[in-house]
C-alpha cells in the first residue's frame, strides 16, 4: 500500500535519485565515532540542529498561549508556567534550549574551525555558518524580552542604550529597534514578530544553504 | 556500499583498514543510526535537565522600578564585560569597533588563513588566536557573572564575598564614637547615603564597627578602590577627604 | 528497487538482513527521540480539555422564598467567567420561577432559536404580568418564539428546545446560588 503510493508519487517526480543521494552517500570514518571515538567532536553540529529542531517546536508549542502585548505578556507566561499541564516543560525547554543552540553552536565552530574544515572549497559554508550564529544571537536577543518581566525589560533596555551610544546614527538605530523612543508595547511586537517570523524565516534559508553545501561539497577528509 | 556492509555468516568479520575504503558506511541507515543513538542519549539528558530544574518568571516588567540591575542574558555577558573596560570617551570601542572586528574576523577566516595545511599544529597563528580568543570570552562572560553577583549582593545590604560583615541591627542601637571629627561630617554627607547615618546599612551593607576588622590604611585602600557595588573614593573628592573618613571610621570599633 | 535491498535478498533469502535490522533500530531510536519531546507538547496542547467550562455556582442575592409558583421574576446577577489568565464577572439575567414540587427553576433569557433576549409578559407597573393569552409567557422579539411560564416553547415556534436552565444550589440561609447552564428536551427534562 505504502509502496504503492510511493511508486506513484516517483513515477511522476522521480524521487528516488534525490533522497538516495543522501541516503547512500558514504560517511567516511575520520567523522564516525562509532570507529574512533574521538570522532564525537564531529557530532557536534548534528547536535546543534537536533536543539535547533526541538526549539522551533517548543516555540511553536508556546505561542498557542503566548500573548505579545504588554498588559497580557505576562500573564499569559504566568499561565503557561503555572497554569497549563507541563506548561512550564515547555517553557523550561524553551528556555534552557536556548542556551543550549549557543553552547553547541561554538563547540560546532570550534570543531570546524581547528581542523580547518573552512578552507578552500568550503570558504562559503564558513560564512553561512558565521550568519547562522548572529541569527542565533539575534533570536536571544529578542525571546528574552518576551515573557515582560523585570530581568528582561532591564537587559533589552540596557541592550537599546548599547545600540544607542553609536556615534551619529545611534539613536536612530535605537528607536528603530525599539520601534519607539523608549522599552515598551512597540517594542514587545516588534522583538515578537522578529523572534517568530523574520529570523526563522532567515534561519531556514541558512540551514537549508549550510546543509546543500555540505553535500554538495562532502564533509572535509582527515586532518 | 562496497565497504561496512552486511556481515554475511561464515565470512571473516570485516576489518574496515583492510578495505580500499576503510570504515566508510552509507549515511542511512548505518551512519544516522549513529548519530540519533547519540542524540537520544543528548536528549534523554536535557529533558531531565529542563524537568528538574523549572524556569521561574521574575515580577511583571515595571519602568518605574530604576533600582532593578539590569543583566543581559549570559551568552552576551562578555559583550557587555568589554564595555566596562572602555569608559567614557573610549565607548565607542566597546560598543562598535572591537565587536565589528572580532565579528568580521570570524566571517573571513576562511580569507585570513589561507595555508593549505588543515592541521591546527602547522597553523600555530590561526590557532592561538582563536583558544586565545575562546579564553578571553570565557573569562570575560565569568568576570561579569562574578561582578553582576557583587553588585546584587551590594544593593540588597550585604557585603561582597570576602569582605568582613557587620551584623544588621537598629540605628538606634549603635553608638558612633568622636563624632566631632571632620571624617564624621564627610560620612554623613557621602557615605551615609548608601551606609546609613549611624552606619547601620542601607543600599550598602551596615559599617559601623568596621574598625573591628580593617585598619585606617586597609579602609583607605578600600575606598580608594572599592569591589562590589560601591563607587570609586566613596564619592568622595579628595584622596586628603577619603584620609579623613577613613581615619575616623577606623575609631568605629561597635 | 534499490540494489540494497536486491543484495539483501540474495545474500540472505531468509531471516532479516543486517541492513533490515539497522534501519527498524533507526526508526525505533527516531521514534524514541520523537516521543521524548512530543510528550510535553501533546500534554500542553490537550490542556484545554480537562479544564471544566464555568461551573462555579454563584450567589444570585435573592432567597428562594422570595420568588412564586405562579410568574418567573427576573433575577440580575454577576456571572464569573475565567478566559485563560482574564477572569471577569459578567452582569447576566435570568428568570426564577417555583416549580409545583417547590424547586426554583432559573431560565436563561437566551432564545434557542438564534440567540435574542426573549421577554417575559410585564404589567404596566413593570412587573411580571399572567400571560395574555393564558399560556405563553415569553415572547421572542426576533421571529416570534413563545414559551410557557417553565419555558417550554410552543409547538408553532422556531425555537427548537426550552429555555436553557441554570444548575442551582439552595445555601442553608435560603440563598439561591446559580450554576452553569443546561439544555433541556421538549418535555423539558435536563438533557446536558
Known amino acids: ?223 | 556500499m562496497a565497504a561496512g556492509g552486511e556481515r554475511i555468516p561464515g565470512t571473516p568479520r570485516y576489518r574496515h583498514h583492510h578495505l580500499k575504503n576503510p570504515g566508510t558506511e552509507p549515511f542511512i541507515p548505518n551512519f544516522l543510526l549513529k548519530e540519533w543513538i547519540a542524540g537520544s542519549v543528548f536528549l534523554l539528558a536535557f529533558m531531565l535537565w529542563v524537568v528538574f530544574n523549572p524556569v521561574d518568571l521574575g515580577s511583571k516588567a515595571n519602568p518605574d522600578d530604576t533600582s532593578f540591575i539590569p543583566v543581559p542574558d549570559w551568552y552576551f555577558l562578555f559583550l557587555y564585560q568589554l564595555l566596562k573596560y572602555f569608559p567614557g570617551d573610549n565607548e565607542l570601542f566597546g560598543t562598535i569597533l572591537v565587536p565589528m572586528v572580532g565579528a568580521l574576523l570570524l566571517l573571513f577566516a576562511p580569507w585570513l588563513d589561507t595555508k593549505k595545511t588543515r592541521h591546527p599544529y602547522k597553523r600555530p597563528l590561526a590557532t592561538a588566536g582563536m583558544v586565545l580568543t575562546t579564553f578571553l570570552v570565557i573569562w570575560l562572560t565569568n568576570e561579569a557573572a562574578v561582578q553582576h553577583a557583587a553588585e546584587v549582593a551590594a544593593a540588597s545590604g550585604q557585603a561582597s564575598p570576602g569582605l568582613p560583615v557587620i551584623p544588621k541591627i537598629e540605628a538606634s542601637q549603635i553608638h558612633l564614637v568622636d563624632t566631632s571629627d571632620p571624617g564624621y561630617q564627610l560620612f554623613q554627607n557621602t557615605c551615609a547615603n548608601c551606609h546609613g547615618h549611624s552606619g547601620e546599612g542601607g543600599a550598602g551593607p551596615p559599617i559601623y564597627a568596621i574598625g573591628k576588622y580593617w585598619d585606617a590604611k586597609k579602609l583607605y585602600d578600600f575606598i580608594e578602590n572599592p569591589v562590589g557595588g560601591m563607587p570609586k573614593k566613596g564619592t568622595l573628592s579628595s584622596d586628603d577627604d577619603v584620609k579623613k573618613v577613613a581615619d575616623w571610621l577606623a575609631k568605629q570599633k561597635g | ?192
Not at chain 3, 535490522?21 to 525505533?28: E, P
Open chain 1, 1 to 223: 500500500m505504502l509502496k504503492k503510493a510511493y511508486d506513484w508519487i516517483d513515477e511522476r517526480l522521480n524521487v528516488t535519485p534525490l533522497w538516495r543521494d543522501v541516503a547512500d552517500h558514504e560517511v567516511p570514518a575520520h567523522v564516525n565515532p562509532a570507529i574512533k571515538m574521538s570522532a564525537f567532536v564531529y557530532c557536534f553540529g548534528g547536535l546543534t540542529f537536533l536543539v535547533i529542531t526541538t526549539q522551533i517546536l517548543s516555540g511553536m508549542f508556546l505561542a498557542m498561549y503566548y500573548t505579545p502585548d504588554i498588559t497580557n505578556a505576562w500573564y499569559s507566561v504566568r499561565y503557561i508556567t503555572d497554569e497549563v499541564l507541563l506548561g512550564n516543560v515547555v517553557r523550561g525547554m524553551h528556555f534552557w534550549g536556548a542556551s543550549l543552540v549557543i553552547i553547541m553552536m561554538f563547540l560546532h565552530m570550534l570543531r570546524v574551525f581547528f581542523t580547518g574544515a573552512y578552507k578552500k572549497p568550503r570558504e562559503m559554508n564558513w560564512v553561512v555558518g558565521v550568519l547562522i550564529f548572529f541569527v542565533v544571537l539575534g533570536f536571544g536577543f529578542t525571546g528574552y524580552l518576551l515573557p515582560w518581566d523585570q530581568k528582561a525589560y532591564w537587559a533589552t533596555a540596557v541592550g537599546a542604550q548599547l545600540a544607542g551610544s553609536i556615534p551619529w546614527i545611534g539613536p536612530y538605530i535605537q528607536t528603530l529597534l525599539l520601534g519607539s523612543h523608549t522599552v515598551g508595547a512597540l517594542t514587545l511586537t516588534r522583538f515578537f514578530a522578529i523572534h517568530v517570523f523574520f529570523l526563522p524565516a532567515a534561519l531556514l534559508v541558512l540551514l537549508a544553504l549550510h546543509f546543500i553545501m555540505i553535500r554538495a561539497q562532502h564533509i572535509a577528509g582527515p586532518l
Open chain 3, 1 to 192: 528497487m534499490s540494489d540494497f535491498q536486491q543484495r539483501a535478498s540474495h545474500d540472505e533469502p531468509s531471516g532479516l538482513s543486517r541492513r533490515q535490522f539497522l534501519t527498524y533500530a533507526l526508526g525505533g531510536t527516531g521514534a524514541f527521540m520523537a516521543s521524548l519531546v512530543a510528550v510535553p507538547f501533546v500534554v500542553e496542547t490537550l490542556d484545554p480539555i480537562r479544564r471544566g467550562g464555568a461551573n462555579r455556582f454563584v450567589n444570585s442575592g435573592h432567597k428562594v422564598s422570595e420568588f412564586n409558583k405562579t410568574l418567573p421574576q427576573l433575577v440580575e446577577f454577576r456571572a464569573h467567567r475565567d478566559d485563560g489568565w482574564n477572569s471577569a464577572d459578567i452582569p447576566s439575567r435570568t428568570w426564577v420561577i417555583l416549580q409545583p414540587d417547590g424547586t426554583p427553576l432559573a431560565m436563561s433569557p437566551i432564545c434557542t432559536h438564534l440567540g435574542c433576549q426573549v421577554n417575559g409578559t410585564l404589567g404596566p407597573d413593570g412587573k411580571p404580568a399572567p400571560a395574555q393569552d393564558g399560556q405563553w409567557w415569553f415572547h421572542c422579539p426576533c421571529h416570534g418564539s413563545k414559551y410557557t411560564v417553565y419555558g417550554i416553547q410552543s409547538p408553532g415556534s422556531p425555537a427548537p428546545r426550552p429555555l436553557d436552565v441554570h444548575t442551582v444550589k439552595v445555601d442553608e440561609a435560603g440563598y439561591l446560588y446559580l450554576g452553569p447552564l443546561q439544555q433541556r428536551n421538549s418535555s423539558g427534562q435536563v438533557i446536558s
